[in-house]
Nanobody
């Protein structure tokens, strides 16, 4: 059974940085795509970034490009999201997600992913 556990959220001032980590267990993830999504109060869950575990190809939402970096550590089975130059509008609960097949064009959609973590709160004060 796949388990995803996020950590690293917190309160930060605008312009600051946070690093989120997702610990993945229960499977061999070499065929998986791992994603980060976020959901602000009253809004739909939105795509932030994703990475193909094998090969490391990454994709970013326009709002994340140039500020966020997704990476994976094969030895630790973790997927990290480094967030720099944070803005108040980045405030949300951030979720790690996984899917065990690759659907080009569908990786930005929350419905594509089968497994989800419990989420970690990120609050950016202005």
């Amino acid at each position: 059974q796949v388990q995803l556990v996020e950590s690293g959220g917190g309160l930060v001032q605008a312009g600051g940085s946070l690093r989120l980590s997702c610990a993945a267990s229960g499977r061999t993830f070499t065929s998986y795509v791992m994603g980060w999504f976020r959901q602000a109060p009253g809004k739909e869950r939105e795509f932030v970034a994703c990475i193909r575990w094998s090969g490391g190809t990454t994709y970013y939402a326009d709002s994340s490009k140039g500020r966020f970096t997704i990476s994976r550590d094969n030895a630790k089975n973790t997927v990290d999201l480094q967030m720099n130059s944070l803005k108040a509008e980045d405030t949300a609960v951030y979720y790690c997600a996984a899917v065990d097949f690759d659907i080009p064009g569908a990786l930005t959609k929350a419905g594509t992913y089968d497994y989800w973590g419990q989420g970690t709160q990120v609050t950016v004060s202005s």
